[in-house]
T-cell receptor
Framework: AQTVTQSQPEMSVQEAETVTLSCTYD???????LFWYKQPPSRQMILVIRQEAYKQQNATENRFSVNFQKAAKSFSLKISDSQLGDAAMYFCAYNRDDKIIFGKGTRLHILP | ETGVTQSPTHLIKTRGQQVTLRCSSQSGHNTVSWYQQALGQGPQFIFQYYREEENGRGNFPPRFSGLQFPNYSSELNVNALELDDSALYLC???????????????FGPGTRLTVL
């Protein structure tokens, strides 16, 4: 069975600084997708970034980038120049056959 | 373009009752997935509906059932409610082609269910 593990229940970062959220996953598949979702207090789940497992290049979306280590089954999210609006729960997730499996989340606090 | 909507926003039920939650998919989408998010946890996949048929199910008992209508909106029904059913229920819609293994899912704001 596929599992997703986020070992950091909470993290804090100073505004404008950089923070990295960790995620490991377990799967026997070779073709899959990995995601980071953001869930602010409004509860709406928002896709932050997506990585296709067969692509070696790490995905980047503006201030958000990932470090994808397929052999180690590691998928961390780096947020650069942190902003107050980045405060939220962040979920690492795995997708195969259109079913998403989420980790337990990391609550990110941004300190002004 | 209208996003995914869910109703009601909040709901309070008592143990043993039945509940129906509703989800309207984004325009042009044909697939709806339902997730249960307990407090402090990540969402868990309940099931997915594609073209009005169930297309995969997570580890949930049969008292969790669903429907998808010709307009691709969907309902989640839960019978014989238990205290542990208290959670945020999220639906997500996507546009799926038969050969796809991945389609971006767009989430609604959720329905908060409290079972007393």
């Amino acid at each position: 069975a596929q599992t997703v593990t986020q070992s950091q229940p909470e993290m804090s970062v100073q505004e404008a600084e950089t923070v990295t959220l960790s995620c490991t996953y377990d799967t026997s598949e070779s073709d899959y997708y990995l995601f980071w979702y953001k869930q602010p207090p409004s509860r709406q789940m928002i896709l932050v970034i997506r990585q296709e497992a067969y692509k070696q290049q790490n995905a980047t979306e503006n201030r958000f980038s990932v470090n994808f280590q397929k052999a180690a089954k590691s998928f961390s999210l780096k947020i650069s120049d942190s902003q107050l609006g980045d405060a939220a729960m962040y979920f690492c997730a795995y997708n195969r056959d259109d079913k998403i499996i989420f980790g337990k989340g990391t609550r990110l606090h941004i300190l002004p | 373009e209208t996003g995914v909507t869910q109703s009601p926003t909040h709901l309070i039920k008592t143990r043993g009752q039945q509940v129906t939650l509703r989800c309207s998919s984004q325009s042009g989408h044909n697939t709806v997935s339902w997730y249960q998010q307990a407090l402090g946890q990540g969402p868990q996949f309940i099931f997915q509906y594609y073209r009005e048929e169930e297309n995969g199910r997570g580890n949930f008992p049969p008292r969790f059932s669903g429907l998808q209508f010709p307009n691709y909106s969907s309902e989640l029904n839960v019978n014989a409610l238990e205290l542990d059913d208290s959670a945020l229920y999220l639906c997500a819609s996507s546009k799926k082609l038969a050969t796809d293994t991945y389609n971006e899912q767009f989430f609604g704001p959720g329905t908060r269910l409290t079972v007393l």
